[in-house]
Structure formats: C-alpha cells, structure tokens
C-alpha cells in the first residue's frame, strides 16, 4: 500500500543566467525572496562573483554558482545534468551599444551563440519556461511613427545597433521556436526601458567596467570623484528642457516584473505561450530632471556640461506598461528619486564597486572553485590578514610582511583527520562537554566522543569543516576591511544539536592599527533553544619568521584564577584555583620555553560575576585577557574578549602536520562544560528569540 505523507510545496529551481550582473544579481534576490531556488552562470566577463557572495549574505541562501559560459555548450550541459531545472532566466549577454557598433561579431557570436546553446538544451532536458531579457532598444526610434510614444508592444521593430539587432534576433528565434512545438514551450519577452538604482540594502549595484556608457553610473562616479562632470548629450530635442526623454525604472521594480512574468509562465493556461511585455513605468523623465533628482539623492550640484548629441540617440523612449500591468498584475512602485536615493547609498557605501583595492583571492582549493576561497584583506599593507570559506577559518596574519600565525596553503590541510582546528571558527559548543552529554528541555542528547571520553569542540557537527557563505567584503573606512561570512547550521545531518542557527561571523581588519576584531553572532531560526559557545582557534607563534616554536614568547595574562580540572576526565570540577602563571601587574612575564610550561587551563576574569547572558558582546566591555611578546621579532599581541573566560593551549599535542609548541592558543569563550554545571549554564543556551553574541580582538604591535 502506498503510504501518503503530506507534501511540502516543491521549491522551484531556477537557473539564472548572467545572474551576477546588475540586473540578474537584483533578480535573484527577488526570486529568493520569493521562495524560489536559484542557480547562477555567469562567465563573469563584465561582472563580478563578488555580486553573489554578497547575495548570500543578504538573503541568507546558499546560491550555487558556475563560472560557465553559455557558448561552451558541453559545461553548460553539465549544470542541466546536476540539476533538475524548472525555468530558466536568460540575462547573459554584451549590452553596450556603442562597443556594439565596434565589435558587432563579438556581440553576434556572445550573445547569439549563447542563446542558441542555452535553447538547445532546454529542448534536450525538457525545461520549458523562460524569461528573457530584451530590451525598449529593438523599437528602435519609435518617434518615427507617429503615435507610438508611449511605446506599446505592437509598435513595429527596427532596432539601430547590433546590441540591439541581437535582442530582435533573439525574439525571433523564440517565436520561432515557439512556432515550431507550440505545446512545448512558454517564453515571456520581458523589453526593458532604462533600469536604473540599486538595492536598497546597499549590498549589490551596478558595477560598470571603465568609462560608464549610462546617465546615472556616470552621474554617481561624478559625485564621488572619479570623474570631472557629466557630459550632457545635447540640448536641442524637442522637449520641456531641450532633453531626451526616457522611463527610467527601478532595479527592483524590474527584478520584480521577472518574478510576476515567471508566475505567470507557472500559472498561464495555455499550453504554450510566447509573449512580449515592456518593462516601463510609463512615465518619462529628461536627463536634467534625472540630473536634479540625483543632485538632490546626493546633497550636492555635481558639474555637468551640454555637449553635442551622442550618435544614435532618439528624443523619446517611454513605455506603455499596460499589457504588464493588466496581465502580469505588475507596475512599478518606485520612482525616479528612490533609485537616486538607493544608487547614492550603493555608490558612498562602494565607490569602487565590488572591486576593492587591497582585497585578494590568494587561491582556491581548485580553480573557479568559489565557495573555497581564501581571501586576503589589506594586501600590500602592514598588516594582512587572509580569511577562508572553510570554516570561516583564519588561514594567516601577516604583520609587517611577517606571518605570526600557524595555517595551511589549501583546504587539504585543513580537512586531516587529527585537526587541530588551526584557525578555525569553533562551534556550535567550543571546547569539552563532558562525557559528550547534556539535557535540554527535557531531552537527553549524547555528542559524539572525540577527546578521552568527552565531545570536544562540537565532534563531527564542528564549524571547522563547514563551508560558510560569503564573504561580504566591504571597505568602509580607509584602512578598515570587513568580511563577513555566514553559516545556516541546520544540524539535521547528525541531530546532536537541537534547532537551526544562522550564524555570522564578523572580521574586522584595521591595517593602520593592527586590529583584528572578530564578532560572532547567531540567531535560532528553528527549534526552541540550544547550547552554544564559540571561539577562533588561531595558534599564534610571534617569533614564526625565526624560529619553529614559539619558545621564548612572553606571557601575561588578565587573571590567573582558573578552572580546576578533574584532570583524569580533563573535565572542570566547579571549583575555582589559582595557577602559576604571570598576570598583568607581575614583576616578570611567563616565559615560554621549548618543553614548559604546558597549558591547556581555562582562566576566569572576574569569578565573582555572574555570567547569564548569553550575548556578551552586547552586556559585557571588552577586556583585556592576555599580552604576548618576543623579544626577538619584538612583535606584540594583545587579545581583548567580551568572553568571561579564555582557554590557554601552549599546542604540546599539536598535529595534523605541525609538532608540539609551534603555536599556542588563547580561545575567549564561557566557561568550560559549561551546560553541564548550574550556575554557568545560562550563558550557554540560546532560545528562540534571542541572539547569541560574542567578540574577540587580535591587537598587534
Ligand atoms: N546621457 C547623457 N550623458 C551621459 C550618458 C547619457 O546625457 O553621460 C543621456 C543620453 O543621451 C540619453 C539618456 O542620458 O538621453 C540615457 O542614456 P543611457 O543611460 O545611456 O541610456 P539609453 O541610451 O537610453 O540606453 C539604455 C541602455 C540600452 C537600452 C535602453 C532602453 O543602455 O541598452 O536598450 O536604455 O531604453
């Protein structure tokens, strides 16, 4: 007997190609939006991966991405074959329209070829939606009619460039198509006018290479500097101000229309459709108006000059949004200043784009493998520090040219079964949970055993052997980096952890201070509550350039009372004991040398405050918990935490390639086991609702 169980709504998967692009990258966020999965090809030509790395942070979704482009029929076959394919948004494609006038074969064989490419394997693996993106230019000059401003979709074609001969042509191989197996196929012909704007978040934009051809790029890149004035091309059309009109369109407005097109395709009754909407808002507006409503987006008069008309430049492009709004049930919502605004926003928050100086992908566990990235921040600086996806892992801090920390060339390294979590972030339970047993709500759980008889750092569900999403790399400040990665740790795999936590991990690089500040947050988006603790496990070794062990570092540390062991169960006791190891206001520093002292003790700030909270980052002041030195690279390091406790591991069972005492760690974190033990088990445990916060800093000097 068949046995029914209810059905969740099937995800719809749809590949987007061209989706790291100005107009894909809103789009997809919009289709996430939207509970749609997505699937991104893009050969990156005039755009950026970093447009999805971001698009990960914002929607927090995983977005799977292919560096393919859609001529090489045969790689592009291998994205049909892994995935079951439910529609397809075609964005890829050369759109300048004067370099098309200069490299019209370039634009013929790219955008042509790829289209044909892209169709013929829709035909092979029966996928039969799709969106395309064409454009207001296969009207051509619609004011040669003359009733045809607003522009509706019957007005007669007769584009004026190549750019826009391959969007007529492209048309017209979808009727063609259509024709020939009109049962098969539903195409939605989406004609754009001008997309203006960007995301209101700030994250994702439009990223022109070179010279921008476009008003409001070129507009931007003025009023940030990078170019003198904008050129206005001509004032003698026949206008209200002697400039030409066009229906500028909000990003987000656009990026809409393709979802309201793709439910149309899902929900039509035909069997089979191929039909043309514009994409307008129906209103025009002349470039100086543009200009003022940007001038007032960005609080001042950017220079402009009239100049002579550009080539192939018509007086009008407005649209006739009607069919869109009565059958697609879209219209646009915003205007002409939002865009302003949003762009203004994107351009102050990036005014290089994605593209940053100082900011290196140093290299990748295989090529055009982008979720295995190490990306180094502050590139030709004094202080370097490289981050990889792998567990948003530390991989090197270099300090005036010279790494001080420990951390492997590629990923391999970092996947060897006797880790020693060597710059990893440390999650969801850093550190021992004894016996690898806790109750929470009632419910036993038993970890994995993985240290003597306890669970240590988590066991297999560990952080450090998960790929996280990102990074969102900004520049905010000078000489400030950020990057942000961001993990969905649904657990559901081993079960050991309750619920499902997003949880981001926050660097902060100043390379004019020598600051590494790392914020860890998370959020229980699933389940009622969880135990959580987390670190950063970088082995530091000061004096690395010179010698293979930190032998002779100089240690001092905030506190020297620390958790006493139950040293046969490497588990604490409860109680609290004071150990041999130099404080602040000690005469002389710990020193360490080859063999001793061996630590591996956790330390307790303050004993008698009492820790609930279980977002330290927000309750608690940043502290002060250790100072090292060398006297012979005379490098410095001061770790500061808003953590009540912190681990001290001079690495005497370091493995996994490295010896003993090549690095010692100190790890911020709250107290050891501590869901096992009463009065510290409150900081340990998120429920629903709360955020789990914590910060560490990594001061050199
Ligand atoms: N303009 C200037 N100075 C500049 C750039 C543009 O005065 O530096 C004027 C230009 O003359 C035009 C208006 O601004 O009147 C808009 O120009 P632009 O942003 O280049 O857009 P369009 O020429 O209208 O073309 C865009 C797309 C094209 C698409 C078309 C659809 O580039 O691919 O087909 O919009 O309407």
Redesign the pocket.
Same mark, same amino acid.
């Given at each position: 007997m068949t046995q029914h169980t209810p059905t969740q709504p099937q995800k719809k998967y749809v590949l987007v190609t061209g989706g790291a692009g100005y107009i894909g990258s809103h789009t997809v966020a919009e289709l996430i939006e939207n509970g749609y999965e997505c699937i991104v090809v893009d050969n990156l030509d005039n755009s950026s991966y970093e447009s999805v790395s971001r698009l990960q942070i914002l929607t927090k979704h995983k977005i799977t991405f292919y560096h393919t482009d859609l001529c090489d029929k045969e790689e592009l076959r291998k994205i049909f074959v892994n995935h079951n394919i439910d529609s397809v948004i075609h964005f890829a494609g050369l759109? /300048?329209?004067g370099e098309s006038t200069q490299i019209p074969l370039k634009y013929y064989r790219n955008n042509i070829l790829g289209t044909l490419a892209l169709l013929e394997l829709m035909q092979e693996y029966h996928v039969e939606k799709l969106v395309f993106s064409s454009? /207001? &230019?296969v009207y051509g000059d619609a004011t040669r009619f003359p009733d045809m401003i607003p522009i509706p979709e019957e007005c007669p074609l007769g584009p004026t460039n190549p %750019? +826009?001969n391959t969007?007529y042509t492209i048309e017209k191989i979808l009727n063609d198509l259509y024709e020939s197996e009109k049962k098969n196929w539903k195409f939605a012909i989406l004609r %754009? !006018? $001008?997309p203006i704007g960007a995301h209101p978040s700030g994250l994702i934009g439009e990223d022109p290479l070179g010279i921008? @051809? $476009? =008003?409001?790029p %070129?507009m931007a890149q003025v009023a940030v500097g990078r170019r003198e004035k =904008? @050129? #206005? !091309? +001509?004032n003698d059309y026949d206008s209200r101000d002697g &400039?030409?009109i *066009?229906?500028y369109i909000h990003v987000v407005d656009l990026a809409k229309g393709h979802i309201a097109a793709l439910k149309y395709l899902d929900n039509t009754k035909s069997e089979g459709l191929c039909r043309e909407w514009n994409l307008g808002s129906g209103t025009g507006s002349t #470039?100086l108006e543009?200009y003022r409503a940007f001038c007032d987006a960005c609080g001042d008069d950017i220079p402009y000059e009239i100049t002579g *008309? *550009?080539a +192939?430049?018509v007086l009008n492009?407005t649209a006739k949004p009607d069919r869109a709004t009565n059958e697609l049930h879209w219209k646009t919502e915003l205007n002409v200043a939002d865009a302003c605004k949003d762009l203004w926003k994107w351009t102050t928050e990036n005014p290089f784009g994605y593209q940053l100086k100082g900011v290196v992908d140093k290299f990748a566990a295989q090529k055009d493998d982008f979720e295995s990235r190490f990306i180094t921040l502050g590139e030709g600086t004094k202080f370097e520090v490289t981050f990889a996806n792998l567990g948003a892992t530390i991989v090197d801090i270099k300090v005036d040219g010279q790494s001080v920390v420990l951390g492997y060339k590629d990923e391999a390294g970092y996947l060897q079964e006797d880790t020693a979590y060597i710059g990893a972030t440390i999650g969801r339970y850093a550190n021992r949970i004894a016996k690898g047993k806790y109750t929470l709500n009632g419910k036993e759980y038993q970890l994995t055993i993985n240290n003597g008889e306890n669970c240590n750092h988590g066991g297999p569900s560990t952080f450090h052997t998960k790929k996280f999403m990102g990074p969102l790399v900004q520049n905010p400040k000078k000489d400030i980096f950020t990057a942000e990665f961001l993990l969905l740790d649904f657990g559901k795999e081993l079960n050991e952890f309750p619920g499902d936590l997003i949880i981001h991990v926050k660097y902060i690089v100043n390379v004019a201070e020598k600051t590494l500040d790392i914020e860890y947050q998370a959020e229980l988006v699933n389940g009622e509550a969880t135990p959580i603790n987390m670190t950063n496990h970088t082995y530091f070794n000061l004096n690395k350039v010179n010698k293979e062990t930190f032998a002779g570092t100089e240690l001092r540390v905030a506190s020297a009372r620390s958790l006493d062991m139950d040293m046969k169960r490497v588990v604490p006791t409860g109680k609290i004991i004071t150990r041999e190891i130099a404080t602040f206001d000690s005469s002389k520093p710990t020193v360490l040398g080859e063999k001793t002292p061996d630590y591996d003790y956790a330390f307790v700030i303050d004993e008698n405050e009492k820790i609930t909270d279980v977002n330290t980052a927000k309750r608690r002041k940043l502290t002060t918990v250790a100072k090292a030195y060398h006297p012979e690279s005379k490098i410095g390091l001061e770790i500061l935490t808003t953590e009540p406790t912190f681990q001290i591991y001079t690495g005497d069972w370091l493995s996994a390639g490295y010896t003993p005492r090549q690095g010692f760690a100190v790890e911020p974190g709250r107290y050891v086991d501590a869901i096992n033990h009463e009065q510290w088990r409150e900081s340990v445990i998120l429920k629903r609702g709360d955020v789990y916060g914590s910060k560490i800093v990594y001061r050199f000097t």
């Open positions: 759109k /300048a329209v454009s /207001a &230019t %750019y +826009g969007k %754009y !006018f $001008n921008p @051809n $476009n =008003l409001l %070129y =904008l @050129n #206005v !091309f +001509g &400039t030409p *066009r229906d #470039v543009v *008309r *550009r +192939g430049d492009l």
